[in-house]
């Protein structure tokens, strides 16, 4: 996001961020049939565990 405020004149576009609320739920993993498979991505998310935010969202919030 730095690099696209950074861009001469204002003319950064934007970003696209995929699915940022997405936290882990018991189940919900890559395997359908394996509760436990879990998902590597699921540390990408803008909220921890605990449906808490993380700092990174403040990355969103002021720009």
Do not use: K
Not at 17 to 26: G, I, K, L, N, S
Not at 30 to 42: I, L, M, R, Y
Request: glycine share 10%; net charge negative; aromatic share 14%.
């Amino acid at each position: 996001m730095s690099v696209v405020r950074a861009v001469a004149n204002g003319r950064g576009l934007g970003i696209f961020y995929w699915d940022a609320t997405w936290t882990a739920v018991t189940g919900n993993g890559w395997d359908s049939t394996d509760p436990q498979s879990g998902n590597a991505w699921e540390n990408q998310a803008l909220f921890d565990f605990n449906d808490r935010a993380l700092p990174a969202l403040e990355e969103y919030l002021n720009p």
